[in-house]
């Protein structure tokens, strides 16, 4: 099982499959390794790298307070350096994806490029209404087979998606014990947010902006309720080269391997 230590003392773990070109894949906000284990199979010339953050996952838990975008790109920086790497593009989920924006505002050197799934600079409110109410918070279903039939209706901007995808989903990110279903991430996790969120939002333009001349693409569910669609055509506007897909029937987030997100990963990996 493959794990690191971080400056600070955490164990952390990631995943590491396949050979070819390396590529870093950082997961959603409560999420981890396994966001990327649909986009996977279609990568079989690519060597892809997916980190559990901290208090995520298989990863040990921390102090709460250091559940920041800041902290979490310090650990990727060092995950790269464990296995010495001295750059790598970046598959952004969500949060990953901001990740990989501080990364290029402040350790350029250490990225080859950047696609960002289903996140921008600005985050629609909703969308942050949506993480509020479930953020920190175990499900009111007490079997996984009990999550995966509600699932459906509770994710919001989905059609079209399997049953087996969804109980793939729940049995990911839940752990079923005798009490019920369980998050496998850190609860913790969820007063850093909050605390965040209570704050005025800051300005990411400018992480947006420090990814320019890499090679950058943007994959966006067409009915997300987290990247607004005027965010996008500004980011359209400020990059026109940058590669652009929206997956019909998906929400926040695409899954990686649908049609329209694999052929802009396609694209954008001929670019690096």
């Known amino acids: 099982m493959p794990d690191f230590t971080t400056s600070d003392g955490l164990r952390l773990h990631y995943t590491d499959r396949g050979t070819g070109q390396p590529i870093l894949c950082l997961s959603g906000l409560t999420r981890n390794a396994t966001d990327f284990d649909y986009v996977a199979p279609h990568q079989s010339d690519a060597r892809l790298i997916a980190l559990d953050y901290r208090g995520r996952g298989q990863s040990d ?3 709460p307070a250091s559940y920041t975008i800041p902290v979490e790109a310090r650990d990727v920086v060092e995950l790269l350096d464990h ?6 593009p970046i ?3 969500s949060r990953g994806g901001l990740i990989a924006m501080m990364l290029c505002a402040t350790a350029k050197d250490r990225v080859a490029g950047v696609c960002l799934n289903d996140i921008g600079p600005e985050i629609a409110p909703e969308g942050i209404a949506a993480i509020m109410a479930y953020i920190g918070r175990n499900p009111v279903q007490k079997t996984h087979a009990e999550a995966a039939a509600m699932r459906a209706e509770l994710m919001a ?10 109980v793939d ?6 752990r079923q014990t005798d009490e019920g279903l369980v998050i496998n991430y850190d609860p913790g996790l969820a ?3 909050r605390a965040g969120g209570a704050q005025p939002a800051p300005d990411l333009w400018p992480l947006f902006d420090a990814m320019d001349g890499l090679p950058l693409a943007c994959i966006r569910g067409a009915n997300s309720n ?7 055509a500004e980011m359209r506007r400020r990059r026109p080269d ?5 997956v019909p029937d998906r929400g926040h987030v695409p899954f990686l391997d649908e049609p329209q997100a694999l052929a802009a990963i396609a694209a954008w990996r001929a670019l690096l």
Request: no cysteine; net charge negative; proline share 5%.
């Open 226 to 232: 987290l990247l607004a669609p005027a965010t996008l």
């Open 169 to 174: 989903e729940v049995e990911k990110h839940y």
């Open 83 to 88: 296995l010495e790497l001295q750059r790598a």
């Open 91 to 93: 598959l952004g989920t």
């Open 191 to 193: 007063d850093t947010v």
């Open 242 to 246: 940058m590669i652009v897909a929206e």
């Open 61 to 63: 838990w921390a102090d």
């Open 157 to 166: 901007g989905f059609a079209n998606v399997p049953h087996a995808r969804w």
